[in-house]
């Protein structure tokens, strides 16, 4: 081997003499606009600054439409977000007290069921105190063939209504 053949020659894969036209190269260049350093009393207002922005929208490729209505959209969005997550929040605290409201209703109940639990406990020992006597076996009244007694008829039936209460 010689040195010649073991050096690497390098190769471009680029064909000598083929360039690009002078056209294809300016238009791939940015546009150059002029921009104002001072603050002058027209850029502090909210008309001059509105005024650079239409005119440095202008001048990008994307119109000034679109970036408007890409802006309007991300503005709808964002108040839209924030009306739902106040909205989710009321609701949350509206929640949270209706659920402490029923926890407060059902222990009320509960006690109110101790306290009956407790009454009918004591009903037998109080009956007792004033000399009730418990009850021994059933009774029952049938009433299907019931006449009145001739001592329990009034005796007076065939008065008027006015002697029998006793008026003269």
Not at 142 to 148: K, V
């Amino acid at each position: 081997m010689t040195l010649a053949s073991s050096a690497r020659s390098v190769r471009s894969r680029t064909a000598p003499g083929k360039r690009r036209p002078a056209s294809q190269a300016e238009q791939r260049r940015a546009r150059l606009a002029l921009v104002d350093g001072g603050r002058s009393a027209t850029n502090r207002s909210l008309g001059g600054r509105a005024r650079r922005f239409v005119s440095w929208a202008g001048t990008r490729s994307t119109p000034l439409i679109q970036f408007a209505v890409a802006l309007v959209f991300l503005s709808v969005c964002l108040l839209g977000s924030l009306l739902l997550r106040t909205q989710m929040v009321q609701n949350s605290f509206e929640a949270s007290s209706v659920q402490s409201s029923i926890s407060k209703l059902t222990q009320d109940v509960q006690d109110d069921q101790d306290k009956l639990d407790q009454l009918q406990a004591s009903l037998p020992d109080k009956a007792q105190q004033m000399g009730m006597v418990p009850q021994r076996g059933t009774s029952s009244i049938d009433l299907n063939g019931y006449r009145p007694s001739e001592n329990m008829q009034p005796q007076n039936q065939g008065q008027a209504p006015g002697a029998r209460a006793g008026q003269h």
